[in-house]
């Protein structure tokens, strides 16, 4: 990483309540791939600088107030605000629950994007290359990346669902499941963005800077891990969309997908579940042959399903 990567500001929009952070000279959220190629030219730039304000990691942050405020309420954890200095140098405080507030009031105005024909209000209309989903971030440096179709919103659904509109959200999860799903994976990142390349091969050190040395660790390859938040997400919305009816189809076609996975552990010699997979679940030599997300993840599935 260069070094303008480490001056970057973190902090909590005031008017919104989503945390920010990093530039376009760093990677700070999972999607940390920094390139490595001297022969490409990518050493030390980030293939995804996904700045300002992540979906995933507002939705963990909103989760967070959540769970806070609720101990507080029974008992369990003492402080209902926090000590706050102003960029004028003036001291406040604020509360738990207008933090957890704001965030809830500005999320669904910040980071959905629906029709072309209700985009009247979105700051580059121009940069929508899908609708009915939300976006990756919300002020990223590169303004484009916030309207890209990635993985990350159904994390931010699985922690924080009480964020979305559920007409919205389901709308969403309709076209990852026909863009982005994989056999064992989803994709990570849209197949007709520009930059999308679905297989990963680390060994690469050729002159193309777009795949030199693995960097596109997160443009397109299926990772396991987002998989269970997806199927979550599913599993919570189905109900509140279409009743007892959908919810029956939604739980049917989690067993569908998850009954791959099972499959492919009975003939791991491993036993466990890859980190990724090359597009259409293509094997990848270089992705981790067992990873502990992987199977967490999906276990999480399965314990929801058994609370039923």
Same mark, same amino acid.
């Given at each position: ?123 580059? +209309? *121009? #940069?929508? $290359? ?11 440096? &590169?303004? !484009? ?128 579940? +890859? *980190? #990724?997979? $090359? ?11 067992? &990873?502990? !997300? ?15």
């Amino acid at each position: 990483m260069s070094d303008a990567g480490f001056n970057n500001c973190i902090g909590v929009d005031a008017q919104t309540g989503f945390v920010f952070g990093g530039n376009i000279h760093n990677c700070g959220t999972w999607m940390d791939k920094m390139g490595s190629s001297e022969a490409a030219g990518n050493k030390g730039k980030p293939a995804t600088p996904r700045d300002g304000s992540a979906v995933e990691i507002v939705g963990l942050c909103k989760s967070a107030l959540r769970w806070l405020i609720e101990m507080n309420q029974a008992g369990f954890y003492p402080y209902k605000s926090f000590a706050l200095e102003t960029n004028d140098g003036m001291n406040t405080h604020v509360t738990l629950t207008d933090w957890n507030d704001k965030i809830q009031k500005h999320f669904e105005k910040c980071f959905w994007i629906g029709e072309k024909s209700q985009l009247t209000f979105d700051p580059h +209309p *121009e #940069l929508v $290359n899908r609708t009915q989903i939300y976006k990756d971030s919300y002020n990223a440096s &590169q303004e !484009w990346a916030d309207y890209q179709l990635r993985c990350n919103f159904p994390i931010a659904m699985a922690v924080a669902p009480e964020l979305f509109d559920p007409l919205h959200a389901w709308e969403a999860l309709r076209v990852v499941e026909e863009v982005l799903l994989g056999p064992l994976g989803i994709k990570t990142l849209d197949h007709s963005d520009w930059a999308y390349n679905g297989v990963y091969d680390n060994s690469n050190d050729g002159n193309d800077p777009s795949v030199a040395c693995g960097f596109n660790y997160h443009q397109g390859p299926e990772w396991l891990w987002p998989m269970g938040y997806y199927l979550r997400a599913k599993l919570h919305f189905a109900s509140l969309v279409g009743g007892s009816d959908l919810f029956n189809q939604t739980v049917a076609s989690v067993k569908r997908i998850i009954s791959t996975h099972y499959a492919y552990l009975q003939t791991s010699v491993w036993k466990g579940l +890859p *980190e #990724l997979t $090359n597009k259409s679940g293509q094997f990848c030599k270089d992705s981790c042959p067992i &990873q502990a !997300w992987s199977m967490a993840c999906l276990l999480e599935v399965l314990y929801d399903m058994s609370d039923l």
